[in-house]
């Protein structure tokens, strides 16, 4: 699965990653969660 692949190498070498998804589950997978609303990034 690609986003295992993603976290594998987050956790291996410390690569960062910007994911845009609207998987709720994918998201909360995440060490950091921006969350956008109408176009606003909400805090």
């Known amino acids: 699965n690609l986003h295992q692949l ?3 190498l ?3 070498f410390g690569q960062t ?3 845009v ?3 709720e589950e994918l998201a909360n997978m995440a060490d950091r ?3 956008m609303i109408d176009g606003v ?3």
């Open 6 to 8: 993603f976290f594998k």
């Open 21 to 23: 998804t609207h998987n």
């Open 33 to 35: 969660k921006l969350v």
């Open 17 to 19: 990653f910007v994911i």
């Open 41 to 43: 990034l909400q805090n």
């Open 10 to 12: 987050r956790d291996e």
